[in-house]
């Protein structure tokens, strides 16, 4: 998700002061909340003013007014949009399929997106946040770290499925835990260098950690080759889902069928 791909009904807009009707309102929004992500990771929170914001911002106090009361809401409207980066990472993730790539291929990708995601100014500041100065918060408690291991568990699970999700959970609770610690390092960090050199250890740790349970050798028994009932195709995409069902559509022949009635093949 980019700086200005939310319309004005996603949380973020509809929890402003006024919402912005035009575009141009949008954009001053999201310059509003750019520039507060600066102030507060220049002088912290407790210092930062909507003065200093507005100044940054390069707009008049009173146009910052117009949507955000006070540097309370700024930092509000800041959770919201983290809040959004981070379920498109989960939606992203999901319908790239990635449970199926090898280990590391799929640890890389995970840890690319998270690092994509916290290179944006709001989101790393309210991820660091999160852990300095818990009490600014508003919207985002432990829940949200509670959805990543859900998040986490859940593919895990999609790799191993002879893994008891009891299991699966402390795997997952630790990658979580685990990969956030090292990247509140990495972030904090005023070295650019050895802070690429703590996110890449992420993936290090996390493959070797994974690797008993979830290894390619594990994946290897999971996966399925799916084919198309009506022409034995093996060139299908998914389309959607049906009664908790995975859909398919083939390529070759375009009839639609559910998982239930193909024709598995273990690889």
Known sequence: MTEHSCSSSTPLFSNLRRQPKQQRGKERVEKILDAAAAVFDEVGYEAATTHLIAAKAGTAIGSLYQFFPDKAAIFKAMELRHTERVKSLYAQAIASEIVELPLRQMIHALVTAIAEMLSQPISRVVFVQFYLAREIFQTIDD?????????MANILQQRNPALPDEQCNLLAEVCVHGSNAVILAALRSRDWDHRQRLTQQIEDLMVSYLEPYIGNNQLSHVMKVMICPHCQSQQLSKNGHRRGKQCYRCKDCGKQFVESVSTPITR
């Open 143 to 151: 829940s949200m770290t509670q959805e990543a291991i859900n998040f």
